[in-house]
């Protein structure tokens, strides 16, 4: 997620009412379940809600662009780093039921501190 989060030693505030409250939108930085590794949880900014197209730039010249329709119950995540992130571009859309809450605040370190936006 950088430069959104530093590569380490970035502490930050999680909310979970916006999850059980359906409550999410695209732009939002969620906390989730690794679809790959059910043991790690990924940082990822929502860029496809339920029924979005997502559009999917190529990563090299010769790739064509592609679009993805994000089913219900699920979102499309996208790390602002688009160079080097492992997301929905690799592993597709995520069920709803793997987001874990909402990061809403950055704590640490202080020169950092305030709510989190959009990306650069």
């Keep these: 997620m950088y430069p959104t989060f530093n590569i380490q030693g970035d502490l930050v505030l999680v909310e979970y009412q916006s999850v059980r409250n ?7 930085v969620v906390v989730a379940r690794s679809p790959t590794n059910p043991k790690q949880a990924v940082c990822k900014r929502i860029t496809g809600m339920p029924g979005d197209v997502v559009e999917v730039a190529p ?3 010769f790739q064509p662009v592609r679009h993805h329709l994000v089913p219900r119950g699920h979102v499309w995540l996208q790390g602002d780093n688009l160079a080097n992130s492992t997301d929905s571009r690799t592993y597709g859309p995520i069920p709803l039921a ?19 936006r959009p990306p650069p």
């Design 59 to 61: 990563q090299y010249d």
């Design 98 to 116: 793997l987001v874990r809450g909402k990061v809403f605040y950055k704590i640490w370190p202080l020169s950092d501190v305030g709510p989190i």
């Design 22 to 28: 359906d409550r999410l939108r695209v732009g939002d």
